[in-house]
Structure formats: structure tokens, C-alpha cells
């Protein structure tokens, strides 16, 4: 099956030189997930949502500054391929070309509506994230934007004794953050003038100085998660037909359904990077292995390098199986000679718990080698803790459902 009839031709874009602050509006505006970034005929860029709270931008700083390279696919990629594209690349965006010529664009909920009749040989139950990573009502916005950052996450539940009550996503964050700038300003701070950028007249000043507005800023982060989440939440049985859960999805502004059992108690999170990731399985996967920013690989360091050291762990350890490996390279903007300092970070999803390394190094190479010893070290010392459970247990006869619906779309 191909994404032809998936991709969309009609697209939101933007200018490489227009400012943060502007994209900041469009999104409080509109319903974009990620930004596309064009230049003439060419594409500059894709800028996910959630990179507007990945580190402080100035409002003034343009959107050239701070675009992510996309993987390309053609218009007629397979949609398996284009699925793993998606996940690997941390992008619900993506350019499509025919030939050399760029044609439009693709994105996850398109290529959801695509096989979602094909999705009822699954449940949520086969996909959903167990792990559930949740924050507390009075939590405060800035260590939500904490545990968004450090679980590189979109979107995290708010918890109150065992009901879920809210949900904060990105988009929350971001519309909250310039509409309470725009609603607070006195004589708009450059950036945040009622166009969403700076003022259009040659005299146009702030009325407030930069301490100001440092201290606004930081009294939005001592705001609780309750003021800012989304109610009411929706919530899925794991039992629930999967192509029944994606329909809500789809119907809905929300990309994500929280997993609650027969208590009402919530045991996991299904998103669209979940389904998507399950469109990845092939029959000859043994161990799903994805990688967050391939796009700071170098040369010295491949995919099956990766591949080759988390099957190395699993080998190392007879009573310990590796069922789902995440690798993810952030990228600093300190360098040293050229070469950009990486945070890494390698997840190991095992059937005695999950395990976590992360490592800063200059380099892609050293980054990754380092968390992975750190990893591995932790689950040597530490296989008698269990943690809440994992990603994904998945047994062999799920595994083969997720590659029957194949063989029935194709």
C-alpha cells in the first residue's frame, strides 16, 4: 500500500526569515501540529510544535534558525516506510516529492485514515504505551515542561489520586503561553504585537523593560498544570478495537486517548506515534529498535551500529530479553572544533523492566556508546526492580496479528 492518496497538496507554510513569534501565533490560531517551512519552490524545513518549548527562543529570531532537516518520501512510498520515516524522525510532517519536484505533504493523521480499516485485526491493548509518564494538578507549568522535555514527549496526563483529569500537549503550552503574553502585555514586548509579530511602525517601543518580562515569564511557570490542561480527557478500554480508537482520533482535535482499566484507572497513553509505529512491524523484526534524530548521525555511527550494540546487551544477558529499544540524539548548541555536544539517551524495554541511559558527549559516536554502557550498567545492577511496566509486552501471537492486517491491505 502507497501513500499517493494520503498526500495532501494544500499545506500551511512559512516564509525561512519569518519570526518565532509568528509561528507562535499560528499556532495558537490554528490547528498545526508542525510548521512547513518554503523558500521559492524549495523546502527549507519542517519545525515540530514542540520546539517552541524545547529551549528559550528569542520572539525575534527567525524560523531558519531553528528548522529540523525531514526525511524526503515519494508519492508513492510505501506507507510502512513512510510510518517508520515519521517515528524515527519525531515528525508528523512530512515532504513528499515527485521526482525531484516537491508535490505536498503527508502527515500521521492522513496516513491513519488511510488503513484505518484495515486497524480492526488490532486492539489498543497492541499498541498503547504502558509506561505512563503523569504529572499532578498542582504541579507547576514549568516542571511540566520539565518531564515534556525529558521524556521527549507532546503530551502528559494530569493525575489526581487515580483519575485522570486533564491532559496538557504542546499545543496547551504554546497557545497558553501567547495568549497570556498578548493578554498581559502593556504596550506589546517585541515579537507580540496584535499581528503576532513586531510592531509595523517605525516608533513602535515596549513600555516594558526586559526584567519585566523576565519575571512574568517566570511567574507563568509557577502557574499549576490545573490551570492550563485540556478537560475533559478521553479514554480507551485496551480491549477497544484499535481501528474504533483511531476513528476518535481522528474525528477529534486530540491525538491521544489515556488507557484506563475496568476501575477507570489509568495504565498507559495510545497516541498517534504509537500506531504509527506499529505499522513499522515486519516479519522479520525480532527486536524493534527506533532512533529519534537520525538527522544527527554521522558517518562513523549507522543504524546497525545502533542495531548491533542493543542486540550485543541482549545477548549478553540469558535471563533478560530486550523486546523494544529507544535511542534519541538531541542536539546542543555548544560545539567543539565543529562537532555539536549530543545528548543521548538509550531506553531498553525488557521483560524484567525498563532501563535507561543517557550520556552528553561531543559527537554522535561517543554519545551513543557512553548511554549505552550507562544502560546496560543499570540493568546489570538493577534487573530486580521492577518499573510500573513496560512500553510494550508483547507476545507472539500480537506480534503475529500485526502483520496479518498487512498481508490483508496489500
Known sequence: MDISEAVMTEHASFD???RVSKLRGAFDREVLTNAILVEGEEVEGVIPRKELL????????KLRSIVRSPPRVSRTEDVRETARLMVESELKLLPVYEGTQFYGVITDHAILDLVLEHLDALSVEDVFTRDLISVKPDDTLGRVINVLRENDISRVPVIEETEAIGLISV?????????????NRSGAPDGFDGHGGAGSSPGFRSNRSFGERVGESARMLDLPARDVMSTPVRTVAPETPLDEAVAEILGTEYSSLVAINSNG???GIMTTTDVLRALTVDEESHMDIQVFGVEHLEGNLTRTDIASRIERIDQKYQDMDILEANVVFHEHQERQRGTPLLLVTVRLFTDQGRFVGSAEEYGARPAFKEAAA??????LEDKSRKHPGERRNRSSSQAKKLLSWWRTAE
Open 265 to 267: 484507572t489509568p495504565i
Open 16 to 18: 525561512p526569515e519569518t
Open 171 to 183: 499545543f496547551d503550552l504554546v497557545e497558553f503561553i501567547v495568549r497570556k503574553m498578548d493578554r
Open 374 to 379: 550507562v544502560a546496560e550498567g543499570n540493568a
Open 54 to 61: 524545547g529551549s528559550h527562543h528569542d520572539p525575534g529570531e
